[in-house]
């Protein structure tokens, strides 16, 4: 399929089956939905696992809905306008709102690289890998996908990347859940009224529906050049990855709850409870467990720095393309390489508290998700943005009730941090 511009007409080749069609469109959904279960995110799952069991797997479940809202829409904006989110912001709202929002990004997208690379660090660690090996070689990997391998061969090694998280699922399965607690927590919501419970569900939910997510999702969505008449067969990879990424975090809590929690053995991190699963769940449970974290360390090590680049050469209106030469697009390589270098370099400091930047920049994320879920709305609704495609007052009410849950949470949340 061709596309000369948005709603023009597309040539239709005969013997293209649905199968075809649909993987001509496969990958922004998969991709951008399957690494949110970063390494931040593996730690916030963990955490919930083993700090509460299975009572706030409820939490996971709201948030799973709420990214397959907007990582759809995400995508609908990108198709349709050709352009980035942090681009259309600044077009729509205005230059300081486009800065405004680029800047908090930029900050929240560093802190996040680093703990990719922490997870980097930390899943060599149990594999007897020192840091000061492990991170610069996972730095070097990441610089030589994005800067070598194309679209294409980007899009193919991202995707196998994303087949990893498989081994969470086996883990979960390894470490005997109780399925019937398990259902019930997902099902009834209950929050116990302290601190660290509300940080931990706001961590989770800014994980799951994270900003860098959203604005990657809607830039390679443009990269791929996929159009209007292709939304279907988009939706299908979109919701596709965002339950996967639902799933996954399902069984990390889960695994962490039916060993960590029943034992009363508590966790900061993801490597300390892949270490922990080992007398509770068994080696292979521990080794799967650790084999995922460092999959999903190189994938959303691959992708943060990217989804800057692609944000920053959107408010700049600069060349951003994966398919570009670095002589064709030196602010967008650069950016990659600028990101990729300084959150790499940060967990090499002796003695960085690398959990509480983890944990810390979950929670900015929620917090930086919340204007950018506004701009998100007010985009999809504009009609001289999104033409026919602009939604209508009914979708529009599923974006406000997710928008009303993100302000209830860091209103709380704020609250409680003065008390």
Known sequence: MTQTSIGAPVTKRRGIGPLVALAAVVGP??????????????????????????????????????????????????????????????QRYGARAGMMSISALLLANIGTTTAEFAGIAAGGDIFGIPRWVSVPIGAIVVSVLVLRGGFRGVERVLLALSAIFLAYIGAGLLSKPDWGAAFQGLVTPTLPPTKDA????????????????????????VDKKINPQQLKLLRIDVISGAVLTGVVGFFVVVSCAATLH?????????????????????????????IGL??????????????????????????????????????????????????????LIPG????????????????????????????????????????????????????????????????????
């Open 29 to 90: 959904g998969l991709i951008a939905g399957l690494s949110d279960d970063d390494p931040a995110g593996i730690t916030t799952y963990s955490v919930l696992g083993a700090s509460y069991g299975y009572r706030l797997l409820w939490v996971l479940l709201v948030s799973t809905v709420a990214l397959i809202l907007f990582q759809d829409l995400g995508a609908r904006i990108g198709v349709v306008t050709g352009q980035g989110l942090a681009g259309l912001i600044r």
């Open 262 to 290: 029943r034992n009363g053995i508590a966790i900061t991190d993801a490597s300390a409870a892949a270490r922990a699963l080992e007398p509770l769940a068994g080696h292979l449970a521990a080794q799967l467990f650790a």
């Open 198 to 221: 509300l940080l931990l569900a706001t961590a989770t939910l800014g994980t799951t529906l994270a900003p860098w997510g959203l604005a990657f999702i809607q830039s390679y969505a």
């Open 294 to 347: 460092v999959g999903a360390a190189l994938l959303a090590a691959s992708i943060l720095p990217l989804s800057t680049a692609y944000s920053v050469c959107d408010v700049a209106g600069r060349p951003a393309a994966l398919d570009d030469s670095i002589r064709e697009a030196p602010l967008f390589y650069g950016t990659f390489g600028a990101v990729t270098v300084i959150g790499a370099g940060l967990v």
């Open 352 to 419: 960085i508290p690398l959990v509480p930047i983890l944990v810390g920049t979950q929670v900015i994320n929620a917090v930086l998700l919340l204007p950018l879920l506004f701009y998100m709305s007010g985009i999809a609704q504009s009609r001289t943005l999104m033409g026919e495609y602009a939604v209508g007052k009914l979708t529009a009410s599923s974006y406000w009730i997710v928008i009303a849950l993100v302000i209830v949470s860091i209103g709380t949340l704020a609250v409680l941090s003065v008390t």
